[in-house]
């Protein structure tokens, strides 16, 4: 989500390096895997699920990481918003908005990844890396719908490296670039709807609806303020002129 150029003064360096920007997407990455591999020890029913002939517990961990990585993209895009249209300067504050607007756009990405990976170990869609990785390419299963998923997930990868190279493409440049925010989340929220198996549930329904339609009143509220801004400007008090000292 873009920045008002007035705002970006307070906002000139990103909040995370690009050293600890790769720490953290490894370490989340690396967690949740572990994650999968230590649990079963804990909770030996869950084994069964891992292995076998046809495990259920790969498709389960990406159904439901698909909806944590959905929920920080909403939560970032709000964010952004948040801060475009001034609401984040109320709470929880424009910088604060913006560090949480980049840690949870990360985040997400990070669980998007696991999203993505852990559903080659499920033995009935059996997709293989290649086709994890290249969009449009599962063939067996709603190659069209899973395409835009995954065009979606590399728009999310360039837009969160954008704030790295900002001072290298230049800040309007950067705007205009985060633009494909809208896109992206679109791309990621037909792709959870069309080629997602929950979608006939009604809380998903209802998720789906709460979501994107919160953030359509964000983008309407940003757009409308923009235009009162633009063509009803505040006008600025002169101040009075000092008393004059009595002789």
């Known amino acids: 989500m873009s920045i008002n150029s007035s705002d970006q003064n307070e906002f000139n360096e990103s909040s995370i390096n690009i ?53 920080l993209l909403w939560l970032s895009m709000a ?7 001034k609401m984040a300067r109320l709470w929880p504050g424009a910088p604060a908005a913006f560090a949480l607007h980049e840690y ?56 969160a490296l954008s704030f790295y190279i900002r001072p290298a493409i230049g800040q309007k440049s950067w705007r205009f670039l985060h633009y494909g925010s809208f896109a992206m989340y679109l791309m990621g929220i037909f792709h959870g709807i069309f080629s997602g198996t929950d979608t006939s549930a009604g809380w998903a329904q209802n998720y789906y609806w709460y979501s994107a339609g919160s953030l359509l009143f964000l983008l309407m509220y940003r757009i409308l303020a923009a235009t009162i801004d633009k063509y009803f400007p505040e006008k600025k008090q002169i101040p009075a002129p000092a008393p004059r000292p009595t002789q």
């Open 79 to 85: 964010l952004g918003l948040g801060i475009t249209n």
């Open 104 to 159: 949870v756009s990360l985040l997400g990405l990070a669980f998007a990844i696991f999203h993505a990976i852990v559903i080659l170990g499920d033995h009935y869609i059996n997709f293989t890396l290649l086709q994890v990785f290249i969009p449009f390419s599962t063939v067996d299963y709603r190659p069209f719908w899973v395409g835009i998923g995954q065009l979606g997930f590399y728009t999310w990868a360039i837009l």
């Open 19 to 71: 050293q600890s920007f790769l720490t953290f997407l490894v370490a989340i990455t690396v967690g949740l895997f572990i994650a999968v591999i230590v649990l079963p020890l804990w909770m030996p029913n869950m084994a069964f699920s891992l292995g076998g002939d046809a495990p259920k517990a790969y498709w389960y961990l990406s159904r439901a990481t698909a909806f944590v990585a959905l929920s």
